[in-house]
DNA sequence: GTGGTGCGTAATAATTTGTTTACGCACGAC
DNA sequence: GTCGTGCGTAAACAAATTATTACGCACCAC
């Protein structure tokens, strides 16, 4: 069972055209920080702001490794996950978020 | 296979801690919209704005009743759904996105 | 009439998220 | 030295989302 706030950041790390682009070019192979920048056409520090949220909610990993030229080459690889969301699901992580906790309601309005 | 467009809308309506509280509340049956905004802490204006995402993503649906003093009551039920995601079934997403197509990078950039 | 319940919508404000520009570091090739 | 490649970060700004307040409709009970 996953965690509410995990859950959330998942989400919402899914829930933008741009990462979910992101996220298909790195499913075919990782890239470094620029190629990837210039696959998806965004500029590399919004890359970079992106990819900071993939990696929040655990969906890429990076390492830096140096290249023959001697450059610090910043590769971003996909966290393999598989996640099954279902009305029940959520409702089962929505009882571990922190916060509000749902008001009881009396039964009579429930038909 | 899902859309991309229908993928992101999901995703963007589920990405919200509010929303998902009240699909929480909606997984134990189905509420009038009153009932939904004092139960999970928000007002009705709030819950309808957030409604009106979740409905648009095909996550719930409402309908209008009387009651028996003469209320018109909105009751609001969750349409069950099953979400399955991987990082291939977001790449096949993404494939079906209208926008910037992912630019061809060399292969020599993978390793 | 007042007061309770329900409903939808508009306007406005506040907050959050997204994006660009700019700065500066590194290395190697010329 | 300049120019090309790579990198991270900050600041400023724009856009989007979220939330509140207000308005007005309906019905019923008293």
Redesign the pocket.
């Known amino acids: 069972m996953v965690e509410g706030d995990e859950l959330v950041r998942v989400l919402?790390a899914l829930a933008?055209p741009?990462r979910l682009r992101m996220l298909a070019v790195l499913a075919g192979g990782r890239r470094?920080?620029?190629?990837l920048?210039r696959q998806v056409g965004?500029?590399?520090?919004?890359v970079?702001?992106?990819l900071s949220?993939l990696a929040a909610a655990g969906l890429v990993t990076?390492e830096?490794e140096l290249s023959e030229?001697?450059?610090?080459?910043?590769y971003v690889t996909v966290t393999p996950f598989s996640l099954s969301l279902t009305p029940e699901v959520v409702a089962a992580a929505v009882a571990t978020l922190p916060g509000p906790d749902p008001r009881d309601a009396n039964e009579e309005n429930k038909r």
Chains 1, 2 share one sequence.
């Open positions: 919402t933008s741009q470094y920080v620029s190629d920048a965004l500029s590399r520090p919004l970079h702001a992106h949220k990076s830096t030229e001697g450059h610090a080459m910043r």
